[in-house]
C-alpha cells in the first residue's frame, strides 16, 4: 500500500487511443462544454463509470435479496437526485441510463455560463479561475465543481472582485423587456 496522501490518477485512458468516432465525440464534448483537455473529459467518464459499476451490482445484489442492497440503493440514488442529475422518485435503472452530458451540464463553469453571467464558455472557466464567481458567499475557484440543485440560484459574481459591479466591460448586460414594447 502506497502513502495515502499521493495524489494518483483519479482517470484511465482509452484503450484504443486512435478510434475516429470516438475522437471526433470527444473533441466535440470538449468545444461544446468549453473543457481545457481531454483528461477532464475521461475524469468526468470514469465518475459515470463507477456510478453505472455501482448500481449494476447493487441491482445484483437486490436479486439476490441482500438487506444492505436497499439501504445503499437509496443512497446513491439520493446522491444524484441532490445534484439534480436524477429525479427525486428514481430508481436504479434511472442511473443506468446517465449519460456523459448529464455530469457535464452540472459543472459550475457550464452552470455560470447556462446563467448567462458570461459571453462563452470560455470566458465562465476564465471568470472561476480567476476568482470572480461565488456560490452562496463563497469564493470557488474549481471548473469542475459540481452544482447542487439548491446551489443554482446562488451563483453570482464574487462581492469583492471588480466584476460585481454593474460597469464592468466584461459583465454582461442583461436586458429586460418594458411591458408594451
Known amino acids: 500500500m502506497g502513502y495515502p496522501g499521493k495524489n494518483r490518477k483519479t482517470y484511465e485512458r482509452p484503450l484504443k487511443p486512435w478510434e475516429a468516432t470516438r475522437m ?61 442529475m436524477l429525479k427525486d422518485e428514481s430508481d436504479l435503472d434511472a442511473i443506468l441510463s446517465l449519460k456523459i452530458n448529464d455530469f457535464l451540464e452540472r459543472r459550475l463553469q457550464t452552470q455560470v455560463y447556462r446563467q448567462g453571467l458570461s459571453h462563452s464558455i470560455r470566458q465562465a472557466r476564465q471568470f472561476i479561475v480567476h476568482g470572480h464567481i461565488q456560490i452562496s458567499g463563497r469564493k470557488v ?41
Open 24 to 84: 471526433a465525440e470527444e473533441v466535440a464534448l470538449i468545444k461544446d462544454f468549453g473543457l481545457r483537455n481531454k483528461r477532464e473529459f475521461w475524469k468526468t467518464q470514469s465518475v459515470l463509470r463507477k456510478y453505472r459499476r455501482v448500481a449494476r451490482g447493487l441491482l445484483a445484489s437486490k436479486a439476490r435479496g441482500e438487506a444492505r442492497a436497499e439501504a445503499d440503493a437509496k443512497a446513491i440514488v439520493d446522491r444524484l437526485s441532490k445534484y439534480g
Open 141 to 181: 475557484t474549481v471548473p469542475g465543481y459540481l452544482v447542487r440543485r439548491g446551489e443554482e440560484m446562488t451563483i453570482e459574481y464574487y462581492s469583492g472582485s471588480p466584476m460585481s459591479k454593474e460597469g464592468h466591460p466584461e459583465r454582461m448586460v442583461r436586458i429586460v423587456k418594458a411591458e408594451g414594447s
